[in-house]
């Protein structure tokens, strides 16, 4: 019996350990693994819907091909609900779009791939969102972000609504040109509150040298936005009247911390 049960006690131990390894989804030491996420800086529309169809992403690493052949490019498919509202995607909210283990290196640049089947609601309005030819092979976003061999990363593509969807002059059609940035999640940035939350919808924007990256405060009055290089930003509040435009200078980012001004309370004209 005392031998049946030894060989009973290393199957088991046996079982745990192909069990572990079985849900171990940590990278290789010579590789790392990035998950992908999407989010969004929104604009002043009810909804705005997007169809999301894959992701492509270039790494140079040693061995690697550099260049433009779609052969270099790693393509990672969007297994989720294909359409995406993308102000479903704010105040920390986002979507993973996929994951995948590169080897060592550096992401040099990805492309988002969207469908034909994009559209904006307002006021209880659908109306369509034109989509140029040119951004059939995909939105190309520069990144420049080195990864290392057993580390995890998280690489978020931040979609800027408002300054993405254009009206086009004679005919009157509404288009969809997305600015994108990517960053690494870990990156520095700002966030905050504003309030009262009648003075919704808020425009928040970020600006410094050179650099102005806008968004809006969501439901509760949080804003944030990330991936700002570290330095001294002005942060400006934009609000519907009657409140009044407020902002504030000299808000310091520090490499890898995030920084929190005074929560702003906007005042109503008389």
């Given at each position: 019996m005392k031998t049946l049960s030894t060989i009973f006690g290393l199957f088991a131990i046996l079982l745990l350990a192909a069990?572990?390894?079985?849900?171990?989804?940590?990278?290789?030491?010579?590789?790392?693994?990035?998950?992908?996420?999407?989010?969004d800086a929104p604009g002043?529309?009810?909804?705005?819907?997007?169809?999301?169809?894959?992701?492509?992403v270039k790494v140079d690493y040693d061995g690697g091909e550099m260049d433009e052949d779609e052969e270099s490019w790693e393509e990672i498919t969007y297994e989720g609900p294909q359409?995406?509202?993308?102000?479903?995607?704010?105040?920390?909210?986002?979507?993973l779009l996929g994951s995948e283990d590169f080897p060592e290196g550096e992401i040099d640049q990805i492309r988002l791939i969207l469908g034909?089947?994009?559209y904006l609601v307002q006021d209880g309005k659908e109306i369509d969102l034109k989509t140029p030819s040119a951004q059939q092979s995909g939105l190309k976003i520069k990144v420049d972000q080195e990864i290392h061999g057993g580390e995890t990363y998280d690489l978020v593509i931040d979609f800027d609504v408002a300054k993405s969807i254009v009206?086009?002059?004679?005919?009157?059609?509404v288009i969809l040109k997305p600015v994108l940035r990517a960053y690494l999640d870990e990156t520095q940035g700002i966030q905050g509150q504003v309030f009262p939350l009648e003075a919704q919808p808020v425009?928040?924007?970020v600006s410094a040298q050179g650099v102005e990256i806008s968004t809006f405060a969501d439901a509760s009055g949080n804003y944030a936005v990330m991936g700002l290089a570290p330095g001294s930003y002005s942060v400006s509040f934009t609000p519907q009247a009657p409140y009044t435009a407020e902002s504030v200078s000299g808000v310091v980012v520090i490499d890898d911390e995030v920084t929190t001004p005074?929560?702003?309370?906007?005042?109503?004209?008389?």
């Open positions: 069990s572990c390894d079985a849900f171990d989804d940590s990278p290789s030491s010579s590789e790392a693994k990035v998950n992908f996420h999407l989010v002043d529309y009810d909804e705005v819907w997007i169809e999301v169809l894959a992701l492509r359409m995406v509202n993308l102000l479903d995607l704010t105040g920390g909210h986002s979507i034909d089947n994009n009206t086009a002059g004679n005919s009157g059609n425009q928040v924007t005074e929560v702003i309370t906007l005042e109503a004209k008389p």
